[in-house]
Each structure stands twice: as structure tokens, then as C-alpha cells.
């Protein structure tokens, strides 16, 4: 049963004439893909964190430009665009040009990892989640040389803070997915959706609560804001950085949390998959197979969501308690859910039975 | 009477801990997901407008008469010593039938402090402040009401009227 959407690209290239343009398009058409898609739906939310944080507060949020307000976003970026593109005299200017590059890479860069429906994805690598993570925490380096390049105390202080966060963090969100890879015996992603009949969700509710609190982490959005704490360090490690560099910063974060949610929906919640399609037979599939685009989407709006509903209800921790939760609470109940886990499939797949 | 200390076993201190920090993210959540549902108490300035008390004081307006069109101004310059930012600019002439006649009447209203002084102190209550407020421009020599911006035809004068119904004097 073939992606619709998947077998007429496939034939639209094939019937491509000469076969070096066959081989140009076939990789042009994903990476521009994977290059502007991320940062279309980077627009989309942040006018969606805006409103939705404003409806948190009994607010409106933007509403003028557009449906809705909904072209707010490219005003902004235009307006950020058009600012003086500044290198305070003492930074170190290869490094400070280098860093939000190296923040944007790694986060545009896993989406050719991340299947967005049935047969969808650019490359199927057989270790992608282990391959997601490591070059999703590329970004912390790029946060530490933004911080240290800058020349500022504050800057500094931000990305030491953000290494210090990944380090701890970093450990209970690769635990937690253990259980979700015990379950399902591949460290593919497409593997792991393709067997998720029953949401994982439901099976590692544990590990589902920990990945997120740790992911809330490792993208530094609140209450784990403490790199770009504004009240403290004055937006931290990018407090020196304007115009086009800033921009870039910013749609990382984006970027980040969007890919956040999507692993979420991804793990736990059966990706591109209908809920509970395997009920619905023949149809559930169709609907899963064709549709999973928009199943896909709606998942990860809705953990985007859950994140920015979070920043609108918690305060950013304190350092002390950051380190204390990640080692004293987090690590110890994702080893005991991976031990728990792991005794229970050894069971059912009669590892212990003579 | 000696207080009595009990000491919690830092196992129970522990679950406890991850117990409360559950319980507290669970009440705050649930809070500000009421308040996403709640009325907005922001209001689309532009597109719907307050409703003005019956006295606000807008941009100041020069009455005449609807039905022959003559103004009520009977030229008296009270208004002109009243006025706290000394703007307001009249002339008067005496015409034919010795009654004296209002050729200038100048405001303006970038000035203009909005006391009602001159509205209270006319006589034939001739002035009036209407309730119209968007009153910015991008000239400033815009902001200087002549006779013609100012002019509001109205079926009787604006006598103030005190609480209890009675006009003044």
C-alpha cells in the first residue's frame, strides 16, 4: 500500500528525461524541502505561541495583519531583517559570525531524519533516533560559542549555563527512549511508528513524561530558560546579537520546539498514524497511510501547544533546584522504567523461560 | 507544653517532594487552561469603541442655530478671559443694526486643556464640548479649528444643566 503523495513524485521524476537531472532534482526537491518547510512552519508558530500566550493571559495577541493575524510573523521578520547587523568591537568576530550558524544546522538538519507520513521521509537511516539526538545536542556548542564570543559577562554566564543543562539533561532523555527502543527492537524512527499499534503512550507513560521534561530542557524554553533567562542575564547568550544573526537564534528555537513535538507525537503518540487504525481495518490503514501528513501535523501543533501552554503557567527554576530535579528525580525514575521494561518484554518474548 | 518535632524519613521526604511538584504544576495547568477559555478583556480599540458618559469632554464645538442657521454667539469674550491656555482667538465686529457679530472664532485644539471653562462661563451657551476625540493630524497647523471645523448646528443652546433639573441663570 503506497503513499499516494510518494508514488506520483516517484513517477514525476522517474519520467524525467536525462538521467543526471533526474539525480539533481531527486536531491534538490528534498533538501529545499527540508530547508524551507521547517521555516514556513517557524512563521506559523510563533503567531500561534503569540496568540496562544495571549489567550492564556486574557489578551488577544496579534490580530490586525492578515486572517487573524496571521501574517504578523513576516512583518517581524522583515522588521528584524532590515536592523543593523552589529559586532561589538571586542567579540571575537569568527566565532560570533559562526555560532548562530551552528545553533540553525543542527536543528534544520534532523528533519531529513523525521518521517512526516507513510514513506515520507528523506532518509531511512536504521540508527535515525540515535543519529536525531546526538545532532540535535550540536546546538549547545553553538550556544557556548555564541556565549563566550560575545565578550559579555552575561552572554558568558548564558552559555555556560546551557552546557551545564544539556550535560544533566541529556542522560534521562536518552534513558527514557531506551524503553521506547526495548519495546520496539529498532532504532529506526519509521520502525518505531510502524509498530506502534497501540500508542506508546500507553505502555511507557513514565518515559513519555520524563523525554518531555528533559526535551522542554534541552530546547531551553520555559521553565527551563535559564541560557536566555531575560530577567537575569538579559536574554543571555544572545544579548550582543542583532539583525540577521538574532533571527537566526530565533527561528533555532523554533525550530527546536517544533521538532520537540514532533518527537513526541513520534515516540509515544504513533506519528503519522490514525489513533488506533488498526481497529478500523482496511480503512484505518487508507487513513493512516494517505492522511498521515496531517496526523502528523496535528500531533505536533498540539504538543507545540502543551509547551507554550506551559510557558504561560510555570516560573523558570533556579539553577540548584535545574540540577537537583534532572539528577535526584529524573534520572532514577527513567532507570527504574527502563528495568521495569525490561523485565516485562523479557517475559513476554520468553527470554526467561526454558 | 513541648513541641513535638516529627521527623520525616527522607525516603518519605523524597516521594513527597515529587508528589507536591505534580500536585502544584496540576493546579497551575489547570488554572490557565480555564483562563484560555475566558472572556478576553482586551478591547479592539478601532473596530468597537467605548461607550462615552453623557459630559466627556472631546474636541469643543461652535453651536448655530438648525433651524435659520445664525450663530448663538452673542460676543461677550468671556470665553476668551476664561480660557486657562489663552487659545481661543475672536474678533467682533458691529454691524448695521448695532448688534455685535462674530467674524473670528479661532481654537486650537492641541492647546486647548479640555477644562470646559468657557462652556460653563457662556452665557447663551453657545460652546459646547462634543464627544469626538480622534482629533491627531499629521500637520500642526490642522490642529487650529477655524469657524467652519468648529461650526455644529444644534435645536437649542447647551445650558448646563445642574443635578436637580433647574438651567443656570
Same mark, same amino acid.
Given at each position: 500500500?503506497?503513499?499516494?503523495?510518494?508514488?506520483?513524485?516517484?513517477?514525476?521524476?522517474?519520467?524525467?528525461?536525462?538521467?543526471?537531472?533526474?539525480?539533481?532534482?531527486?536531491?534538490?526537491?528534498?533538501?529545499?524541502?527540508?530547508?524551507?518547510?521547517?521555516?514556513?512552519?517557524?512563521?506559523?508558530?510563533?503567531?500561534?505561541?503569540?496568540?496562544?500566550?495571549?489567550?492564556?493571559?486574557?489578551?488577544?495577541?496579534?490580530?490586525?495583519?492578515?486572517?487573524?493575524?496571521?501574517?504578523?510573523?513576516?512583518?517581524?521578520?522583515?522588521?528584524?531583517?532590515?536592523?543593523?547587523?552589529?559586532?561589538?568591537?571586542?567579540?571575537?568576530?569568527?566565532?560570533?559570525?559562526?555560532?548562530?550558524?551552528?545553533?540553525?544546522?543542527?536543528?534544520?538538519?534532523?528533519?531529513?531524519?523525521?518521517?512526516?507520513?507513510?514513506?515520507?521521509?528523506?532518509?531511512?537511516?536504521?540508527?535515525?533516533?540515535?543519529?536525531?539526538?546526538?545532532?540535535?545536542?550540536?546546538?549547545?556548542?553553538?550556544?557556548?560559542?555564541?556565549?563566550?564570543?560575545?565578550?559579555?559577562?552575561?552572554?558568558?554566564?548564558?552559555?555556560?549555563?546551557?552546557?551545564?543543562?544539556?550535560?544533566?539533561?541529556?542522560?534521562?532523555?536518552?534513558?527514557?527512549?531506551?524503553?521506547?527502543?526495548?519495546?520496539?527492537?529498532?532504532?529506526?524512527?519509521?520502525?518505531?511508528?510502524?509498530?506502534?499499534?497501540?500508542?506508546?503512550?500507553?505502555?511507557?507513560?513514565?518515559?513519555?513524561?520524563?523525554?518531555?521534561?528533559?526535551?522542554?530542557?534541552?530546547?531551553?524554553?520555559?521553565?527551563?530558560?535559564?541560557?536566555?533567562?531575560?530577567?537575569?542575564?538579559?536574554?543571555?547568550?544572545?544579548?550582543?546579537?542583532?539583525?540577521?544573526?538574532?533571527?537566526?537564534?530565533?527561528?533555532?528555537?523554533?525550530?527546536?520546539?517544533?521538532?520537540?513535538?514532533?518527537?513526541?507525537?513520534?515516540?509515544?503518540?504513533?506519528?503519522?498514524?490514525?489513533?488506533?487504525?488498526?481497529?478500523?481495518?482496511?480503512?484505518?490503514?487508507?487513513?493512516?497511510?494517505?492522511?498521515?501528513?496531517?496526523?502528523?501535523?496535528?500531533?505536533?501543533?498540539?504538543?507545540?501547544?502543551?509547551?507554550?501552554?506551559?510557558?504561560?503557567?510555570?516560573?523558570?527554576?533556579?539553577?540548584?533546584?535545574?540540577?537537583?530535579?534532572?539528577?535526584?528525580?529524573?534520572?532514577?525514575?527513567?532507570?527504574?522504567?527502563?528495568?521495569?521494561?525490561?523485565?516485562?518484554?523479557?517475559?513476554?518474548?520468553?527470554?526467561?523461560?526454558? | 507544653?513541648?513541641?513535638?518535632?516529627?521527623?520525616?524519613?527522607?525516603?518519605?521526604?523524597?516521594?513527597?517532594?515529587?508528589?507536591?511538584?505534580?500536585?502544584?504544576?496540576?493546579?497551575?495547568?489547570?488554572?490557565?487552561?480555564?483562563?484560555?477559555?475566558?472572556?478576553?478583556?482586551?478591547?479592539?480599540?478601532?473596530?468597537?469603541?467605548?461607550?462615552?458618559?453623557?459630559?466627556?469632554?472631546?474636541?469643543?464645538?461652535?453651536?448655530?442655530?438648525?433651524?435659520?442657521?445664525?450663530?448663538? /454667539? !452673542?460676543? #461677550?469674550?468671556? *470665553? &476668551?478671559? %476664561? @480660557? =486657562?491656555?489663552?487659545?481661543?482667538? +475672536?474678533?467682533?465686529?458691529?454691524?448695521?443694526?448695532?448688534?455685535?457679530?462674530?467674524?473670528?472664532?479661532?481654537?486650537?485644539?492641541?492647546? /486647548? !486643556?479640555? #477644562?470646559?471653562? *468657557? &462652556?460653563? %462661563? @457662556? =452665557?447663551?451657551?453657545?460652546?459646547? +464640548?462634543?464627544?469626538?476625540?480622534?482629533?491627531?493630524?499629521?500637520?500642526?497647523?490642522?490642529?487650529?479649528?477655524?469657524?467652519?471645523?468648529?461650526?455644529?448646528?444644534?435645536?437649542?443652546?447647551?445650558?448646563?444643566? =445642574?443635578?436637580?433639573?433647574?438651567?443656570?441663570?
Amino acid at each position: 500500500m503506497n503513499n499516494v503523495i510518494v508514488e506520483i513524485y516517484t513517477n514525476l521524476i522517474n519520467s524525467l528525461p536525462f538521467e543526471p537531472l533526474k539525480v539533481i532534482l531527486g536531491t534538490l526537491i528534498p533538501v529545499l524541502g527540508i530547508v524551507t518547510l521547517p521555516l514556513l512552519t517557524t512563521f506559523l508558530l510563533i503567531w500561534w505561541e503569540r496568540r496562544l500566550i495571549a489567550f492564556v493571559q486574557a489578551r488577544l495577541g496579534p490580530n490586525r495583519l492578515g486572517p487573524g493575524g496571521l501574517f504578523q510573523s513576516f512583518a517581524d521578520a522583515l522588521k528584524v531583517l532590515l536592523k543593523e547587523d552589529i559586532v561589538s568591537k571586542d567579540a571575537d568576530k569568527i566565532l560570533f559570525s559562526l555560532a548562530p550558524v551552528l545553533v540553525f544546522v543542527p536543528g534544520i538538519l534532523v528533519y531529513s531524519l523525521m518521517p512526516v507520513g507513510h514513506q515520507m521521509v528523506v532518509t531511512n537511516v536504521n540508527v535515525a533516533i540515535f543519529l536525531f539526538l546526538s545532532v540535535a545536542s550540536l546546538t549547545t556548542i553553538g550556544i557556548l560559542m555564541a556565549g563566550w564570543s560575545s565578550n559579555n559577562k552575561y552572554s558568558l554566564m548564558g552559555g555556560i549555563r546551557a552546557v551545564a543543562q544539556a550535560i544533566s539533561y541529556e542522560i534521562p532523555l536518552l534513558l527514557s527512549i531506551v524503553g521506547v527502543i526495548l519495546l520496539t527492537g529498532s532504532l529506526s524512527i519509521v520502525d518505531i511508528v510502524e509498530k506502534q499499534d497501540v500508542w506508546n503512550i500507553f505502555k511507557q507513560p513514565l518515559a513519555f513524561f520524563i523525554f518531555f521534561t528533559c526535551a522542554l530542557s534541552e530546547v531551553n524554553r520555559i521553565p527551563f530558560d535559564l541560557p536566555e533567562a531575560e530577567s537575569e542575564l538579559v536574554s543571555g547568550y544572545n544579548t550582543e546579537y542583532s539583525g540577521f544573526k538574532f533571527a537566526l537564534f530565533f527561528l533555532a528555537e523554533y525550530v527546536n520546539t517544533f521538532t520537540l513535538g514532533a518527537l513526541c507525537s513520534l515516540l509515544f503518540f504513533g506519528g503519522w498514524r490514525f489513533p488506533f487504525d488498526y481497529l478500523l481495518g482496511d480503512i484505518g490503514m487508507q487513513l493512516s497511510n494517505q492522511l498521515g501528513i496531517i496526523w502528523f501535523f496535528i500531533k505536533t501543533m498540539f504538543f507545540f501547544s502543551v509547551v507554550v501552554w506551559i510557558r504561560g503557567t510555570l516560573p523558570r527554576v533556579r539553577t540548584d533546584q535545574l540540577m537537583s530535579f534532572a539528577w535526584k528525580y529524573l534520572l532514577p525514575l527513567s532507570l527504574f522504567n527502563i528495568f521495569i521494561t525490561a523485565i516485562i518484554t523479557g517475559f513476554l518474548s520468553g527470554a526467561f523461560s526454558r | 507544653m513541648s513541641e513535638v518535632i516529627r521527623e520525616i524519613s527522607p525516603v518519605r521526604q523524597y516521594f513527597k517532594n515529587l508528589f507536591d511538584g505534580v500536585k502544584a504544576i496540576y493546579n497551575g495547568m489547570r488554572l490557565t487552561l480555564k483562563y484560555m477559555f475566558l472572556p478576553k478583556v482586551t478591547e479592539v480599540y478601532p473596530d468597537v469603541k467605548r461607550n462615552l458618559p453623557q459630559r466627556f469632554r472631546g474636541r469643543f464645538a461652535f453651536l448655530y442655530n438648525k433651524d435659520d442657521g445664525k450663530m448663538l /454667539c !452673542i460676543g #461677550c469674550y468671556a *470665553c &476668551v478671559k %476664561v @480660557c =486657562p491656555p489663552q487659545t481661543i482667538v +475672536m474678533e467682533t465686529i458691529k454691524g448695521e443694526d448695532k448688534k455685535i457679530k462674530t467674524t473670528r472664532y479661532e481654537i486650537n485644539i492641541g492647546e /486647548c !486643556i479640555s #477644562c470646559a471653562n *468657557c &462652556v460653563e %462661563v @457662556c =452665557p447663551v451657551g453657545a460652546l459646547e +464640548m462634543t464627544h469626538e476625540y480622534e482629533t491627531a493630524t499629521f500637520n500642526q497647523m490642522d490642529l487650529v479649528y477655524g469657524m467652519d471645523k468648529l461650526a455644529k448646528y444644534v435645536e437649542k443652546p447647551n445650558m448646563y444643566m =445642574p443635578p436637580d433639573g433647574k438651567a443656570k441663570k
